[in-house]
Each structure stands twice: as C-alpha cells, then as structure tokens.
C-alpha cells in the first residue's frame, strides 16, 4: 500500500462547487455546535451542581433524536430534501438565538434551558435523514465515499477546535458570546443549504417524484435490521459502546475533582477526543480497504470501552487526555467502518429506511449514555461510572462478536459483487413509501 492509499481524497472539494459549500457550511455549523455542547454542560453544572442534571442533557437531546429522527427520513422520503433542510436548519438557528437570549438575561431555570436544547435537537433530527442523502446527490459514484470521508473529518475537528474556542470564550466572555457564536455558524449552514439545486425525492427506480402528502410512512427500518445478523449486530456493538460508555456528562464532575474546574480543561478533554479522531479519520485510507471490516470494528469499540476505563482512574492530566485521545481515535474507526458495512450490506431499494435507524442509533445512543452515566455518577462516583461503564462496553462488544458468527466472520465486498444477503431477500420489495 503507498503512503497516498492511506490519506484522504479531496476530489470532491474540487470538483463539486455545490458539495464544497455545503461541507464548509456544515463544518461551521460543527465548530458553533461544539462551543454551545461545552456552554451547555457547564452552564447546566454551575446552575445544579449535580452530575444527575448534567446527564440529563443527554436525555434531552436524545429522546428528540429518537422520536423525531424516524420522522425526519419518513419527510424525507415525501418531500424535497433541500425544502426539508432549510426549515430544519432554520429552527437550529432561532433555537441557538433563543439560547443566547436566555444566557443573555441571567436565566436560572435549567428546565428553560435544557427545552431551549431539546428544541434544537430535534431540528436537527428532522433534517438529519435526508442531510445524508446530499452527498450522494451532489457527487459522481466514484466520490461519494470520499465526500463522507470529509464530512467526517470536518467534524471531528471541529471537535477538536470548537470546544478549546468555548473554553477561552466562557473564561472571556461567557454564555451570551458562546451561544451567539454558535447561531452564527448554523446562519452560515443555512446559506450554504439555500445554494443548492432542488432535490425531490427519487422514486423506488431512482426518477424524481414531488411529494406525497398524506400518505403514511411504510414500516421497515427497524424490521430489515433484525432480520439480518451482520446489520443488528453491527448496530449493538454501536449501542454497547454508547450507552454504556459515553463520558461527556462526567467531564465537568472529573474536571471540578481532579483538575480544579478550569472551562479550559474541559474544553481540552472534548479537544483530546478529537485529535484522536482526526488522526484516523486523515489515515483513514489504512481501514476503508480492509476486508474485514466488522472485525475492525468489534475491535475499535472494545478499545473504546477500555480507553475511557483508564480515563476514569488517569489522575495526571496528562494521561487522562491520553486515554480520551485514543479513545477518540477508536470511535472514528469503529463509525467509519460501521457506515461501510452498512451501505454495502443493504439493498439500495432499503437503505434510506436502514439509514434513519443508523442516525437514531448513532445520535441518540450516546446521549441517553451520556444520562445513564450521569445518572450512576450520582449514585456512586464519576470515576467509578467511568471505570464500570468502560468495561461493561468492552465486555458487551466482545460479547455480540462472539455471539453472532455471520458479523465475526464478514468480509467486505465491493458494491458491484455484492449479492442480497438471504435473510433480506426473502422480504418482497417495497417499491414506495418511506420508513
């Protein structure tokens, strides 16, 4: 393998006017996301003190997610995406000046507060589905791979820049600057959106057709997920990983205990995250041409468990950001790997409905762990939620690989060799209707 298989491809930046807007909109939108995710924790903590309601934004955000995130892919599969993607980005954006409003008017309600978040999130959630269609849409075939490729890097650094910018802007300039930072960003995304071409929905054999109001949605998302062993496990590895583990609501409870509640502390431990991330996202070529994807990813999520154990007993600041990084960089092999396996295992016919189950899970899975982690720091300690959440994901992980074979032993094939796996062929068609 040369070097230049192992770094990412950038034909899509140069060849798409349309796919370049859009990813630079959208990684604005990623940077104001993460300033106002470090605004959020540390404004819900000084205003509660409790780790119960900092693991309570997790709920917040996540049940918006959940419930509307199927929605979003049913709208988009009945209406034109880009009108879908403007009114959701929209709503992002009067949520983000609602939260400026009230940080700007000494609000004190955290319940005011973690609405002002939930509203935001499921704006979000309802665009989210047909959001991930854009790549496709805008890019030739051969580059779709490589635009997701971006999409992902773009965010994870924002992940790393954003939080170490809401750590100097909340020492500097507090809650109003940060979430007025953040409506600036989504402003910047919605006019990105506003540039692109109409993309009504496609009909089952691939035309445009307009909307179809009135019509139900189909069920089938989560229906073809259970049939099919490699997808329902590869999914459960991701909801192990997530629910059991995700630290983020701990982050202002270990920072007050161990590194004396300096914002620019945590803004490093989202920042640590992220440059793992961003290390193998930009080697991503060395994963993206393995064969044995699911293995890769059974291997990245039981590294993830362990990495964030070690978090919870690393005292040195150091090795804490240490055990984050590396736990950042085994999140973005495990995602990137868990997308691969996931487009090329189902049919294109039931993908958009597959799809809209991988964001529910993928969305909302690690904020309802961020509440199960917040709500056992309560009870017990953060680093002891941390140690014992690390390891029962890494023992959960190990479990579905050893439980389900077909995903143990799958190997990867390209598109065009790809055969319908039984377990999905045996399922008539459905030849319209979103899910």
């Known amino acids: 393998m040369v070097w230049r298989e192992t770094v990412v491809d950038v034909r899509p930046l140069r060849g798409s006017r349309a796919f370049r807007d859009l990813w630079l909109g959208s990684s604005l939108a990623s940077i104001g996301g993460q300033i106002a995710v470090v605004a ?6 000084e205003l509660t003190r409790s780790p119960l309601w900092t693991g309570a934004i997790g709920l917040a955000t996540g049940g918006p997610m959940l419930v509307l995130g199927l929605v979003g892919g049913s709208l988009a599969d009945a209406m034109d995406r880009r009108s879908l993607v403007r009114a959701t980005t929209g709503g992002q954006a009067l949520a983000a000046l609602a939260l400026t409003a009230q940080a700007a008017a000494g609000n004190r309600s955290v319940a005011l507060l973690l609405a002002l978040v939930a509203a935001g999130a499921g704006c979000a ?3 989210a589905p047909a959001r991930r269609t854009f790549p ?7 580059q779709v791979a490589a635009g997701l490729a971006l999409q992902n890097i773009a965010f994870q650094a924002a992940m790393l820049v954003g939080p170490a910018i809401a750590g100097v802007v909340l020492a500097q300039w507090r809650y109003p600057a940060a979430y007025a930072i953040q409506a600036l960003a989504v402003t910047a995304s919605l006019a990105a959106v506003i540039r692109l071409p109409a993309m009504p929905a496609p009909r089952a054999d691939g035309s445009p057709q307009a909307g179809r109001p009135g019509r139900g949605p189909l069920p089938g998302g989560w229906a073809i997920v259970f049939r099919h062993p490699i997808l329902w496990g590869s999914f459960s590895i991701d909801l192990a990983a997530t629910v059991l583990a995700m630290p983020v609501a701990l982050f202002p409870v270990v ?3 161990r590194f004396g509640g300096d914002p620019r502390t945590l803004g490093l431990f989202l920042s640590a995250l992220a440059v793992g991330g961003l290390a193998a996202g930009l080697l991503s070529g060395t994963v993206t041409r393995l064969r044995r994807s699911a293995l890769v990813q059974l291997v990245a999520a039981t590294v993830w468990g362990l990495a964030l154990a070690g978090f919870g007993l690393a005292a040195p600041l150091w090795l804490a950001l240490c055990c ?3 736990a950042g960089a085994a999140d973005t092999v495990a995602v990137v790997t868990r997308g691969a396996l996931v487009q090329i ?3 294109d016919h039931y993908r958009g409905r597959v799809s809209s189950v991988e964001h529910v899970i993928g969305v909302a899975g690690p904020e309802i762990g961020n509440f199960r982690g917040g709500l056992l720091a309560s009870l017990t300690s953060a680093p002891a939620a941390l140690l014992a959440g690390g390891l ?3 023992a959960a992980v190990v479990s579905v690989g050893l439980s389900n074979r077909p995903l143990r032993r799958h190997r990867l094939v390209h598109e065009r060799d790809h055969v319908r796996p039984p377990a999905i062929q045996a399922q008539p068609p459905v030849a319209e209707g979103p899910g």
């Open 40 to 45: 959020v924790l540390q404004q819900v903590w």
């Open 125 to 127: 959630a309802l665009g």
């Open 136 to 142: 496709v849409r805008l890019l030739p075939a051969d």
């Open 255 to 257: 920072n007050e205990l």
């Open 324 to 326: 984050l990084a590396a």
């Open 345 to 347: 295992e189902t049919p």
């Open 392 to 394: 029962a994901a890494a």
